[in-house]
């Protein structure tokens, strides 16, 4: 797998930001957003998007998924979110933007289901200096090479789940 800007940690740059109301960083994530629970996303707060951004793209995945999945769980794709958005809402249908396939086979947000143990999960914010072409229900894999040479600045919330 190509190492694209998807792929990995979103080691922060910039003074971009990502929070959330319904969890700190670090700490775990309500079970209402859980697959078995309400399976809809968080609340987000964006900040510190740089002036020059034209779009903003987010990645929700597992890396703990690699032992009992065979490789990082995807959980959410989701891109050319206008960059004057400051907050994502509770359970949002990404009106305005587009969404790739998660690795449940759906277009759009599916919640934290570990089969084994208590997993964290990455919430990675890219501000980008252009809009993707990219199609929707497009893969983490072609998401990530449109984006490669786009990235003004990222950012990382983590949340834990356990079964």
């Known amino acids: 797998m190509s190492d694209t800007p998807a792929h990995g940690d979103a080691e ?3 003074e971009l930001t990502l929070t959330s109301p319904a969890f700190d960083d670090g700490e775990r994530i309500p079970e209402q957003y859980g ?3 309400g399976d809809v996303n968080p609340p987000l707060s964006i900040a510190g998007v740089p002036a020059d951004a034209a779009s903003l793209a987010l990645v929700v995945d597992d890396p703990d998924a690699r032992d009992p999945a065979g490789k990082v769980w995807v959980h959410w794709l989701v891109w050319n979110i206008d ?4 907050e994502i809402p509770e359970g949002w249908d990404a009106e305005g933007a587009d969404e790739g396939t998660n690795d449940f086979g759906e277009v759009g947000y599916g919640g934290p289901s570990p089969p084994d143990r208590e997993h964290t999960y990455r919430f990675k914010l890219y ?3 252009e809009e993707l ?3 929707r229900g497009a893969t983490k894999g072609e998401l990530g090479a449109a984006m490669e040479d786009s990235v003004l600045a990222q950012a990382q919330l983590t949340g834990t789940f356990a079964p």
């Open 12 to 14: 922060p740059t910039g």
């Open 35 to 37: 697959r078995d629970g």
């Open 83 to 86: 960059p004057a958005r400051e």
């Open 127 to 129: 501000a980008l200096d």
């Open 133 to 135: 072409g990219v199609t």
